[in-house]
């Protein structure tokens, strides 16, 4: 069973607080999606309006061909996954994993092999007898997923699935996550994220979102490399953002000029030059700039340099310096033109 | 114990056992005594017997605690499962979010009303509000087991009703809504998941209803017949022609079969909690 997940113009309010604001999204089937933002930008309430928690005040959502607004939660059809797992503590393992199948009354004698199916998928083969309690994180986050597979979902609604998880482990699932949608090639994937790492990895496409509302959509490259908004190239991979004015020809940073490709932005209006801390280097090359050192942090296998020019601070990435420069000492910083992007200041707000 | 040092533990039991001691346990030592006592003209009793007990376990008074437990557990039978049942629905109609009307959360905070009302109106009140209700067709309960039954019932579902209301506050809405995720509808996910983790409080519930009822007096007083005495009442009509002795054993043995009770369904809870 292969089925996307649309929606339509769907707009959510509690009381006068809209927490989403007009989200029209594709969800290809098999597709993993990325709903990336910060708390509170209505990525959590876009996918409970796929889960059928929150109705929508107007707009449709669409899984597959079937229009499921109006649908309650235990008809659309879906699997679900949340970040505090919400494993039935008075259920053994198995009885976790097999709970959706009884409910949907699938025949009996197919209830065993299911589950144990879906435990070997996700490596729990072994813990069947367990309660929930004598399971780690980690391990309940893998039930979790087993019991929402178990009932062969078209569509997986995953929100903040690893974020209850200490870092190692959390790579560690991210690696599986990505090995179960690879065996499971026809289930399209919802994916709540405030973690710009998990989306890129594993997302086939991400969207943005913020403030109730979608600003940007695209593949992680997309949106790495030539963000639309400043709001995208800020909070997928933390870009510098500096205010340039745009002339014939020419862009100029605090009376620097610097080459850049300016693409659609008209002349005389200002903009936004967008690049990529670990695009920034120290010393003389293209487009240098003069500035003063506000800032060195030492992160192991490199350095973030904080570099004050013309009153704008650059973030620069370096590999680690033997002798990091002193505060307050004066350094050139430069960047490739091909790295840089432009944006029209139109576009800073989304 | 958050008192650290030794002087200050010293100070907080030597209080404890002087103030609270004889407040809460000495009533209750006094009448264990006085069910043993033969006599009792000094400071203390003497003439130790026997004898009240077996009275008190015989005939007409095992009669009584035999009507007094069955009304104990009818009455929180009902009550558990009335004030389960409202608690559930006040809890539906006053959750917050989606599809929620300003009528369906008043309503809920009406029921909230309407299960306190049992425990602010007087008992005796409840009684003769029962007495009253069906004295006259359509229902005529006057005179039966039944009434005192019901009285009771009403009297302690308004305790069932907040003490399952304040759990169902405290569930965790991920349980049902990943319940309902799998496909489960609602009255699958009432049966399998929200009464299973319910089931701790539900326990703790009944017994608080059955040891109400166990000791209810004013509201029996008004409705009881005579083929249907429980045991306060005979305590309280041993007491009342001067039999201070009997009525002392009877209620220890009131008191005893209520503890029994209690215990053997704190048990119960305690395999039924997960966490």
Redesign the interface.
């Known amino acids: 069973m292969s089925s996307g997940i649309r929606f339509d113009s769907v707009s959510v309010a509690y009381g006068r607080n809209v927490v989403l604001d007009g989200l029209d999204l594709t969800v290809e089937p098999g597709e993993v999606m990325a709903l990336l933002g910060p708390s509170g930008s209505g990525k959590t309430t876009a996918l409970r309006a796929v889960a059928g928690f929150v109705r929508p005040v107007s707009g449709r959502v669409f899984i597959g061909d079937r229009d499921v607004t109006a649908l309650p939660p235990h008809r659309r059809g879906i699997g679900m996954v949340v970040q505090q797992y919400a494993l039935f503590p008075h259920l053994r393992v198995e009885e976790n994993v097999a709970f959706g199948l009884k409910a949907q009354k699938a025949p009996r004698a197919e209830i065993p092999g299911r589950v144990a199916d879906a435990l070997e998928m996700t490596g729990m083969g072994g813990y069947a007898k367990r309660y929930p309690r004598e399971l780690s994180g980690g391990q309940q986050q893998r039930v979790a997923i087993a019991r929402a597979l178990a009932i062969r979902p078209g569509v997986l609604l995953l929100d903040e699935p690893l974020s209850a998880l200490d870092a190692q482990l959390r790579s560690g699932m991210l690696a599986e996550l990505a090995r179960l949608h690879r065996e499971l090639p026809d289930v399209s994937i919802l994916y709540v994220t405030h973690d710009q790492v998990e989306a890129l990895t594993l997302a086939d496409r991400i969207a943005v979102m913020d403030r109730a509302r979608l600003r940007d959509c695209g593949t992680p490259q997309e949106l790495y490399r030539a963000p639309r908004t400043a709001f995208t190239a800020s909070f997928v991979g933390n870009a510098n953002l500096l205010p340039v004015s745009v002339g014939v020809g020419s862009v100029s940073l605090g009376g620097a000029e610097v080459k850049v490709d300016t693409g659609e932005v008209a002349a005389g209006v200002g903009a936004t030059l967008c690049v990529r801390p670990h695009l920034v280097g120290l010393g003389d090359g293209p487009n240098s700039l003069e500035g003063t050192v506000t800032e060195v942090q030492w992160r192991g296998a490199t350095h973030r340099v904080y570099v004050d020019v013309a009153g704008h601070s650059v973030k620069a990435d370096v590999r680690e310096l033997r002798e990091p420069p002193a505060l307050g000492s004066g350094v050139t910083v430069h960047f490739a033109p091909e790295d840089a992007v432009l944006l029209a200041a139109g576009v800073t707000d989304g | 114990m958050l008192v650290h040092s030794r002087k200050g533990k010293w100070a907080t039991w030597t209080v404890f056992f002087v103030l609270f001691l004889p407040l809460f346990a000495l009533p209750l030592l006094v009448i264990v005594a006085a069910s043993f006592a033969g006599h009792w003209s000094g400071a203390l009793p003497s003439d130790f017997t026997a004898e009240h007990y077996s009275a008190a376990t015989r005939g007409e008074s095992l009669q009584a605690l035999t009507t007094s437990l069955l009304t104990a557990l009818g009455a929180s039978l009902i009550a558990l499962a009335a004030g389960t049942w409202a608690a559930l629905a006040a809890a539906a109609l006053k959750r917050r979010?989606?599809?929620t009307s300003r009528l369906s959360r008043g309503c809920g905070r009406l029921l909230d009303a309407l299960f306190i009302m049992p425990v602010a109106v007087p008992s005796v009140v409840v009684g003769l509000a029962v007495l009253v209700a069906f004295s006259k067709p359509p229902v005529i309960l006057n005179g039966t087991s039944t009434i005192v039954v019901l009285a009771h019932a009403i009297l302690v579902t308004a305790f069932a009703y907040q003490s399952v209301s304040a759990a169902i506050l405290r569930l965790?809405p991920?349980?049902e809504?990943?319940?309902?995720?799998?496909?489960?509808?609602?009255a699958?996910v009432l049966w399998?998941?929200k009464l299973?983790?319910l089931l701790p409080s539900l326990t703790a519930a009944a017994g608080l209803c059955f040891a109400l009822s166990m000791g209810e007096l004013s509201a029996t007083m008004m409705l009881y017949p005579p083929d249907w005495t429980p045991l306060p009442v005979r305590i309280y009509a041993a007491t009342d022609r001067g039999a201070t002795f009997t009525g002392a054993a009877l209620a220890v043995v009131l008191m005893a079969a209520t503890l029994l009770v209690l215990f053997a369904v704190s048990r119960i809870r305690t395999r039924a909690s997960?966490?």
């Open positions: 979010g989606d599809g965790d991920a349980y809504q990943a319940a309902a995720s799998l496909g489960a509808r609602p699958y399998r998941v299973p983790l997960y966490r």
